[in-house]
């Protein structure tokens, strides 16, 4: 292949010479003072077979050294880093966001082919602006509700370890903790990850990875809007100490007029109130699993209506349904409420509503603060607002009624503060 490229003066001429690599946070480390090594036309690319620039560094303590696997050229033609090949947007397989996106980028494979597309690639890459990914993805919409929910927030600095130490594996190794490889237990043969080719991902075909993460995604759960339409409100959880309200104003205000932002700082939560239903069915369904502000993924749920947080316990249950527990000391049951008869002339003018409610008891005095009442034959006796009757003295109550624990004769001390009395 080398003597191919060596008569070819278009490729030759157009070998790779950069001075920095297209990388993603997670293949170029925490570390941001790291050492580079540049090696001018040090290897071919895998994809497109032309010698390109090689870097090599290692992205921090304990990690493997990691090095440039494909050329600038491939890696703008795909959107991807020149390590892992991951998107540098989404940080997912070529064969995830394509799925995400609905695009099908088919690269020829062929000698020929392959190296017609890289120069037709490569002048397109030189007449854009650098900003926007070339081809079909430029092409592509900006977005999926698919890929935001499977993009990672953080870098995934595990992927950097060192590969497994073969001498412990077969228990030959004597280096011990200054080993610079890993003393585990390897992945199952059997195991689907365990065969990955660099040129599947490159080309979005039977990558085991992109398959685990679609699966994942089919599998995901829906939130369903509740059946009460006077609900409008979202709660969005797992804000931080650094999320504003604002930053919450100035993601959600694009699906529609909001009411109020309710912002929780202590427990780290907050409750959107959107003016119409519409508008917070759209926030709902375009934030579920895919609200990201500050770099971190916030949690979106439906609020609670007002009815029930409101609702109180009725016949005995819990809202739940569970049957509540009778409060020590107090009666099994309430005395029932005054009826219309009780609420009779013979509660205000001294009525025996034990006879007769409709004789009036003559021989005795009306209660202090009420008029005499009028003699017979002057019309209809006249109602002044008053409250219940009081309630009659503790000597006067029927015994065996008891409705608070210190009414209760047989209670410890009862005996002896009545002996005293005597």
């Known amino acids: 292949m080398a003597t191919s490229l060596g008569s070819n003066t278009y490729n030759r001429q157009n070998w790779e010479d950069s001075d920095f690599p297209i990388l993603c946070q997670t293949c170029l480390g925490e570390n941001p003072y790291i050492r580079m090594t540049k ?28 090095k440039t696997e494909v050329c600038q050229t491939c890696s703008k033609m795909k959107n991807v880093c020149q390590t892992c090949l991951l998107d540098l947007e989404y940080g997912l397989p070529i064969q995830v966001r394509d799925a995400g996106l609905s695009i099908k980028d088919d690269v020829p494979k062929s000698d020929v082919n392959k190296e017609y597309y890289t120069q037709t690639m490569e002048r397109e890459i030189q007449n854009s602006d650098g900003t926007r990914p070339v081809g079909l993805l ?33 228990g030959e190794c004597r280096r011990g903790e200054e080993c610079p ?12 990850l365990a065969d990955q ?9 039977n990558d085991p990875v992109a398959d685990k993460l679609l699966k994942r995604a089919s599998a995901m759960p829906r939130l369903d809007p509740p059946e009460d339409k006077t609900i409008t409100t979202l709660y969005i959880g797992g804000l931080g100490e650094n ?27 907050a409750f959107i109130q959107f003016a119409a239903r519409p508008a917070a069915e759209l926030a709902a369904e375009k934030s ?6 500050n770099g971190r993924r916030l949690t979106v749920k439906w609020g609670r209506s007002q009815a029930a947080k409101g609702k109180e316990p009725k016949d005995g249950y819990s809202e739940m349904g569970t049957r509540l527990q009778p409060v020590p000391g107090l009666p099994a049951a309430l005395p029932p409420p005054p009826t219309l008869e009780e609420d009779t002339p013979a509660n205000y003018f001294n ?31 006249m109602f002044l607002p008053m409250g219940p009757p009081p309630p009659p003295p503790m000597g006067l109550r ?6 608070y624990p210190s009414q209760d004769p047989q209670r410890m001390g009862a005996h002896a503060a009545t002996r005293h009395g005597d």
């Open 351 to 381: 009525l025996d509503p034990i006879s007769s409610p409709a004789v009036m008891n003559l021989n005795l005095p009306p209660p202090p603060g009420l008029p005499n009442p009028p003699p017979p034959g002057f019309g209809p006796p």
């Open 288 to 293: 579920f699993n895919k609200l990201i502000v």
């Open 243 to 269: 999320i504003t309200d604002s930053e919450l104003r100035n993601h959600f205000y694009q699906f529609g007029e909001i009411r109020t932002i309710t912002l929780v700082q202590k427990q780290q939560c």
């Open 138 to 170: 430029g092409k592509a919409p900006s977005s999926a509700d698919m890929l935001l929910k499977l993009a990672r927030t953080t870098p995934y600095y595990k992927r950097n370890r060192p590969h497994i130490c073969s001498f412990w594996v077969k």
């Open 181 to 192: 490889y890993r003393h585990e237990k390897p992945t199952d043969p059997d195991d689907p």
């Open 398 to 403: 029927p015994p065996g009624h008891i409705h």
């Open 197 to 205: 080719n660099i040129k599947d991902r490159f080309y979005g075909i």
């Open 39 to 66: 090696e001018k036309y040090g290897k071919e690319c895998k994809i497109c077979a032309r010698p390109f620039t090689v870097f090599r560094w290692c992205p921090g303590v304990r990690m493997r050294f990691k």
